[in-house]
C-alpha cells in the first residue's frame, strides 16, 4: 500500500512531482493542522507543512504518521521532542538557505551603515542638493568587529563574507568548536563580551526556550550608541519593544531587520526610524532557493519512505 502523504500545498519546483510512487500525495491547498484536527488525514503517513505548530495535539490525530516535513528550517512551532519520543522522523531542508541568509544578513548591515535607503529617499525626495546637510553620513564597514550570535550554517557563511571586507569576527555558538571557529578566523566568546567589544551584532540562531527575548533592554546597553543590530534569524529572539526604545533613544545606531515577532506586522516604532532598514522575511527568497529547499525535502521524504 502506498504511503499518504498530504502537503500544505504544491511546492515549487520540479522535484515534487518525484514523490509520486513512493507517497499518495494528496496537496491540500491549506493548514495540514487544521485538516488534520477535523479528522480528514487519520490514514497519513506524511506530512509536509509550512511553520505550522506541530504537538502532541496535533500527532494524537496522526496515528500512522511516520514523518513531518517542514518547508523550512525553523523547528520553533514543531515539538521536537514530542516527534522523538514517538519515532517520527523530522525532514527539513537544513543548510540549503545558509548562503542566501547569510548574504542578506551582510546587505542589511551594509545598508545601514552605508545609508543606502537614506540616500534613495533623499535623490526620490528631490532633495539631493541638501544631502550634506540631510541625514549623517554613512561609516564604512571595514576594520569594524561583527559580533555573530549562532555560528552554525548561516553564521559560519556570514563569517566568511564579512572576513573579505577586513571585519574582525566574534561569536557565541551553544556547541563550541575552536578548531572551526579558528578556521573561519572567529574568535569565539560570551555573549557579554561580544555586546561590550561587537560595533554590530548579527542573529543568526535558532529559536528556542533559551533564546527566546535574548536580546533585550541590558543587552542593547552593552552594545551601545554606535551599535546595529541584524537579524535574519526569528523576531522573538529580540525583545522589539526594548529594541524599539534603544533606537528612538539613542541607545544604538541602527537594525537591519528581515523577521519579526508577530508577522506579517511590524511594529510604527520601527517603521518610524531613519536608521532602520527592513525586510519581509525574505533573506532566502533568491532565485532558484524555493525549488532547492523543495528538492532537500523531498530527498529527505523519499529516504524516510525507503526505510519502511
Not at 550634506?132 to 561609516?139: K, L, M, S, T
Not at 537591519?256 to 536608521?275: N, T
Not at 525574505?282 to 525549488?291: F, N, R, V
Request: glycine share 10%; hydrophobic share 45%.
Amino acid at each position: 500500500m502506498t504511503a499518504a502523504l498530504y502537503a500544505r500545498r504544491r511546492f515549487e519546483g520540479p522535484s515534487f512531482a518525484d514523490l509520486a510512487g513512493r507517497y499518495d500525495v494528496t496537496v491540500l491547498d491549506g493548514p495540514v493542522r487544521d485538516a488534520a484536527l477535523a479528522g480528514r488525514l487519520a490514514d497519513a503517513t506524511a506530512i509536509w507543512t509550512v511553520g505550522e505548530l506541530v504537538d502532541d495535539v496535533l500527532l494524537d490525530a496522526l496515528p500512522h504518521l511516520r514523518a513531518v516535513a517542514n518547508q523550512g528550517v525553523g523547528t520553533n512551532t514543531i515539538d521536537v521532542d514530542a516527534l522523538r519520543r514517538r519515532g517520527i522522523e523530522l525532514v527539513l531542508p537544513r543548510g540549503v538557505n545558509a548562503s542566501a541568509v547569510a548574504t542578506h544578513a551582510l546587505a542589511l548591515l551594509l545598508a545601514v551603515r552605508h545609508q543606502i535607503v537614506a540616500g534613495d529617499r533623499l535623490i526620490r525626495a528631490g532633495e539631493w542638493e541638501r544631502r550634506a546637510d540631510a541625514e549623517p553620513r554613512g561609516e564604512d564597514v571595514h576594520g569594524s568587529t561583527l559580533g555573530i550570535v549562532g555560528l552554525g550554517a548561516i553564521g559560519k557563511q556570514l563569517a566568511r563574507r564579512a572576513a573579505a571586507f577586513d571585519i574582525h569576527l566574534l561569536a557565541t555558538t551553544r556547541t563550541p568548536d575552536e578548531t572551526t571557529a579558528s578556521v573561519l578566523g572567529v574568535t569565539l566568546v560570551s555573549l557579554e563580551e561580544l555586546l561590550d567589544r561587537a560595533d554590530a551584532v548579527a542573529i543568526c540562531c535558532p529559536l528556542t526556550a533559551e533564546t527566546h527575548a535574548l536580546i533585550g533592554e541590558d543587552e542593547l546597553r552593552r552594545l551601545g550608541p554606535k551599535g546595529v543590530l541584524v537579524n535574519v534569524a526569528r523576531g522573538a529572539i529580540v525583545d522589539e519593544e526594548a529594541l524599539i526604545e534603544a533606537l528612538h533613544t539613542g541607545g544604538i545606531l541602527g537594525a537591519g531587520l528581515d523577521v519579526f515577532a508577530d508577522e506579517p506586522h511590524v511594529p510604527a516604532g520601527l517603521l518610524e526610524h531613519p536608521r532602520v532598514v527592513v525586510t519581509p522575511h525574505t533573506a532566502d527568497y533568491q532565485e532558484g532557493m524555493l525549488e532547492t529547499m523543495t528538492a532537500a525535502v523531498v530527498r529527505g521524504l523519499l529516504l524516510v519512505g525507503s526505510s519502511g
